[in-house]
């Protein structure tokens, strides 16, 4: 079955320090992916997404994600924490062969000053 | 573009009451989907259209909960009677057609006493 795995429902960081957030992915034929992110009180925003091509992908706030068919994951990450990165972080898996979509069941983020 | 409006942004009624959740998606975009956010249970895809067309309902958790979208523009998700496990945050997201990003409203807080 198809479905997003997010490893670790809680990670803390040191401003300043690397964010690693792990996802893996279930699919027969590889999807297209993202990662969004959740402020408190806010709906989730897109903050990259990989369709084809480049397996390197930039998002913003200096966030990026690279794409590993061998290993099925889509791991995002960020040379250096910020305050502002605090919040609820889903990769999500949207099938090209028809209307599926899966969410993974999300990261808190905690950034220590 | 305003991006997807949804109303109201916080709703308080009783149990027993009838509920109804608006949304507006962004102009172009032809898939729809609602999600119910809770702690508990994550965020979850409750359904989804296409062109105005119920794809697949399958998250809607019981004979309580219903959707329509009438036309492109505008979206309605009832809770007929409410019930209290029903407080969570109610979320419309709408797309482009396919596996492609989605763009999440601001929510509606529900809270049934």
């Known amino acids: 079955a198809q479905s997003v795995t997010q490893l670790g429902s809680h990670v803390s960081v040191s401003e300043g320090a690397l964010v690693l957030l792990r996802c893996n992915y279930s699919?027969?034929?590889?999807?297209?992916l993202f990662w969004y992110v959740q402020y408190p009180n806010q709906g989730l925003q897109l903050l990259l997404k990989?369709?084809?091509?480049?397996?390197l992908v930039k998002g913003i706030n200096g966030f990026e994600a690279e794409f590993k068919k061998s290993e099925t994951s889509f791991h995002l990450t960020k040379p250096s924490a910020h305050m502002s990165d605090a919040a609820e972080y889903f990769c999500?898996?949207?099938?090209?062969?028809?209307?599926?979509?899966?969410f993974g069941t999300g990261t808190s983020l905690t950034v220590i000053p | 573009d305003a991006g997807v409006i949804q109303s109201p942004r916080h709703e308080v009624t009783e149990m027993g009451q009838e509920v109804t959740l608006r949304c507006k998606p962004i102009?172009?975009?032809?898939?729809l989907f609602w999600y119910r956010q809770t702690m508990m249970r994550g965020l979850e895809l409750l359904i989804y259209f296409n062109n105005n067309v119920p794809i697949d309902d399958s998250g809607m958790p019981e004979d309580r909960f219903s959707a329509k979208m009438p036309n492109a523009s505008f979206s309605t998700l009832k809770i007929q009677p409410s019930e209290p496990r029903d407080s969570a945050v109610y979320f419309c997201a709408s797309s482009r057609p396919g596996p492609y990003e989605q763009y999440f409203g601001p929510g509606t807080r529900l809270t049934v006493t």
């Open positions: 699919s027969s034929v590889p999807p297209y």
């Open positions: 990989y369709t084809t091509g480049a397996t």
């Open positions: 102009s172009g975009h032809n898939s």
């Open positions: 999500a898996a949207h099938l090209i062969t028809g209307n599926q979509f899966y």
